[in-house]
């Protein structure tokens, strides 16, 4: 089974710009659709991003023009291009198949906090 290891999170302020990794243990063509999911403190965890084996991406309605997902097999990694940052997209970010009925194990995440 692919594991997934995310990184890049940090603080950051508003209207700056983060780029989130996600290191897969084996191809992550073979696991494609796969995502960037974020949970914030007392909400559900949700998807924001994700990536099909042909290239074609959706994003939520909260961050599209934003974010930018995508994924370079031969490094085995997935990335989350954030820019313009907001306050409200602190949360914990963790990367996995998608749709969720499909997620493998969960990571640890990687926290992204966005200061005003």
């Known amino acids: 089974q692919v594991q997934l290891v995310e990184s890049g999170g940090g603080l950051v302020q508003a209207g700056g710009s983060l780029r989130l990794s996600c290191s897969a243990s084996?191809?992550?063509?073979?696991?494609?659709?796969i995502g960037w999911y974020r949970q914030a403190p007392g909400k559900e965890r949700e998807l924001v991003a994700s990536?099909?084996?042909?290239?074609?991406?959706n994003y939520a309605n909260s961050v599209k023009g934003r974010f930018t997902i995508s994924g370079d097999n031969a490094k085995k990694t997935m990335y989350l291009q954030m820019d313009s940052l907001k306050p409200e997209d602190t949360a914990v970010y963790y990367c996995?198949?998608?749709?969720?009925?499909?997620?493998?194990?969960w990571g640890q995440g990687t926290q992204v906090t966005v200061s005003s």
């Open positions: 990536i099909f084996s042909g290239g074609t991406t």
């Open positions: 996995n198949r998608a749709p969720r009925a499909r997620a493998l194990a």
């Open positions: 084996g191809s992550i063509f073979s696991i494609y659709p």
